[in-house]
Nanobody, 132 residues
Framework: HVQLVESGGDSVLAGGSLRLSCASS?????????????MGWFRRAPGKAREGVAL?????????EYEHSLMDRFIISRDDAKNILYLEMNRLQPEDTATYYC????????????????????WGQGTQVTVS
């Protein structure tokens, strides 16, 4: 069953902004409370491989990692009280069109977003972002 649920995807014009959210089920929340975990956003554009967008480690450090080309436009954050992960996306461009997925792992956050999708064992169903 789905344990992570993304929302906030939409169709926007280039230059616009969106904020994606990822909420965890009660089961996932119980896991998160019992262990330190890393959460991240990934995306898959049509005809392209899945790529990492941003990662955020748990408290107290909340270390963030970004795909370098996105770090001046995207911001990842988390509200642990609500068990929600966010991705704020600004100055969106057509090349940002993709399905965006949130993911979680109880292990240490990688130090790069590249090539780390297999480290994440929990995934949402994705939310579509279309920029025209």
């Amino acid at each position: 069953h789905v344990q992570l649920v993304e929302s906030g995807g939409d169709s926007v014009l280039a230059g616009g902004s969106l904020r994606l959210s990822c909420a965890s089920s009660e089961y996932m929340a119980s896991i998160f409370r019992a262990s330190s975990f890393c959460m991240g956003w990934f995306r898959r554009a049509p005809g392209k491989a899945r790529e990492g967008v941003a990662l955020i480690s748990p408290n107290p450090f909340r270390r963030t990692e970004y795909e370098h080309s996105l770090m001046d436009r995207f911001i990842i954050s988390r509200d642990d009280a609500k068990n929600i992960l966010y991705l704020e996306m600004n100055r969106l461009q057509p090349e940002d069109t993709a399905t965006y997925y949130c993911a979680a792992t109880p292990f240490v956050c990688p130090t790069s977003v590249r090539g780390v999708a297999s480290d994440f064992g929990y995934w949402g169903q994705g939310t579509q972002v279309t920029v025209s």
